[in-house]
């Protein structure tokens, strides 16, 4: 199975480098153009079925892709184990905020995905690294092994996937433009928590 996986357009908290988490915010208006722009450059994958991330931004991001495409909005199949980690009572804040409310860079940790904000009410990176798996797991089973699937997820479920499986293309995770491309079989998990 082929998987292409790129990250939601822009939101209020994008521009304003605060941290979204669980939050439900919705795309700026302006970042659709950058959505669009990213929809006719997969016009020619082949893609044969939409996954997203139940979060506004990322079905939004997700229906215009597929309207594009030809497909419908009503075919974009929504799974939670592709949102982006909860920050908890972290959520709102911009790093340099975390950095005064905690007394920690948790900016660094963040990146090297070696994160633990259940203290603050949040998920620690090993939560999330296992229900993406499960996801990834839930995707390859239920879709035959030519499919080939957009993934519409978050710049932080894309570090992981990257760190599990792999990428074809070096690109930024973070940036709305960058495609990210996995094949992902039955048989190839990714290291296991020991590994990393």
Known sequence: MKLIVVRHGKTAS?????????????????????VVAVAEQLKD?????IVASP???????????????????EQILADPRFMERNFG?????????VERETG???????????????????????TVRERIRAGVDNLVTSFAPNDTLLLVTHGGVIRHLRELYGSEEEQDPTSIDSINRFVVNATFHGPTDAQL
Request: without cysteine; negative net charge.
């Open 104 to 126: 920690q860079n948790l900016m660094l940790i963040d990146r090297v995905l070696r994160y633990d904000y259940t203290r603050f009410e949040g998920e620690s990176h090993k």
């Open 89 to 97: 009572t972290l959520t709102g804040l911009t790093w340099s905020e």
């Open 45 to 49: 994958d082949g893609i044969t079925a």
């Open 55 to 73: 979060s506004q931004r990322a079905k939004q991001t997700a229906a215009i892709i597929a309207g594009i495409l030809g497909m419908r909005a």
């Open 14 to 34: 994008t521009i304003a480098g605060k941290l979204q988490g669980w939050n439900n915010e919705p795309l700026l208006s302006e970042s659709e153009a950058e």
